[in-house]
Nanobody, 121 residues
Framework: QVKLVESGGGLVQPGGSLRLSCAASGLIFSIHAMGWYRQAPAKERELVAT???????KYGDSVKGRFTISRDNDKNTVHLQMDSLKPEDTAVYYC???????????????WGRGTLVSVSS
């Protein structure tokens, strides 16, 4: 069974920084892409950033230039460095692992339970 556990959320003032981390556990052979999505109250879940196994990245337009995603393939972890945070970044941030090859079903996608990021003065 593959599980994703996020950490690093919290309350930060506008202009501040936070670093989110996500660790995938289980008997995992490979993960095609890992990433972060977020959902603010009364809004749909949206892409924040993703990174593939070979290091290719994709960012949502609203976070380009402020957020940086990184990944450790050996440890099956993904990190999101968030700088210059704005109140509109307030949301629950979800970790995603896409097309996971593991001891379980082949090619499954998995989600973490989410971590809350609040940006407020």
């Amino acid at each position: 069974q593959v599980k994703l556990v996020e950490s690093g959320g919290g309350l930060v003032q506008p202009g501040g920084s936070l670093r989110l981390s996500c660790a995938a556990s289980g008997l995992i052979f490979s993960i095609h892409a890992m990433g972060w999505y977020r959902q603010a109250p009364a809004k749909e879940r949206e892409l924040v950033a993703t990174i593939t196994e070979d290091g290719s990245t994709k960012y949502g337009d609203s976070v380009k230039g402020r957020f940086t995603i990184s990944r450790d393939n050996d440890k099956n972890t993904v990190h999101l460095q968030m700088d210059s945070l704005k109140p509109e970044d307030t949301a629950v941030y979800y970790c995603n692992a896409e097309y996971v090859e593991s001891s379980g079903p082949s090619g499954e996608d998995y989600w973490g339970r989410g971590t809350l990021v609040s940006v407020s003065s």
